[in-house]
């Protein structure tokens, strides 16, 4: 009984990180012209020898975006995947 109890009070938990990445990868499809706005800020990045997956880069997301630096990673390789592949 106490790892049923255990287990429904993590998944009930609002803070469980499943449950915001979800919200947060829905923004993005929601949100088309904000991925492109960041897919440019991207591509100024990468014209500056700066990979999107520079620890710079998500400090930036990160910071524009009110994300964990772990959040602003996934966030961004989500917006590469989906709105500009062309981004390195």
């Given at each position: 009984m106490k790892p049923f109890l255990f287990?429904?009070?993590?998944?009930?938990?609002?803070?469980?990180?499943?449950?915001?990445?979800?919200?947060?990868?829905?923004?993005?499809?929601?949100?088309?012209?904000?991925a492109r706005n960041l897919c440019n800020?991207?591509?100024?990045?990468?014209?500056?020898?700066?990979?999107?997956?520079s620890d710079k880069v998500i400090e930036?997301?990160?910071?524009?975006?009110?994300?964990?630096?772990?959040?602003?990673?996934?966030?961004?390789?989500?917006?590469?995947?989906?709105?500009?592949?062309?981004?390195?």
């Amino acid at each position: 009984m106490k790892p049923f109890l255990f287990l429904l009070l993590l998944f009930s938990n609002p803070f469980y990180p499943v449950f915001s990445q979800s919200n947060l990868l829905e923004s993005v499809k929601k949100n088309p012209s904000e991925a492109r706005n960041l897919c440019n800020k991207f591509r100024e990045f990468n014209s500056k020898g700066i990979s999107a997956s520079s620890d710079k880069v998500i400090e930036f997301v990160s910071n524009k975006n009110k994300l964990t630096p772990v959040n602003a990673e996934i966030f961004s390789i989500y917006v590469i995947g989906l709105h500009c592949p062309d981004i390195i």
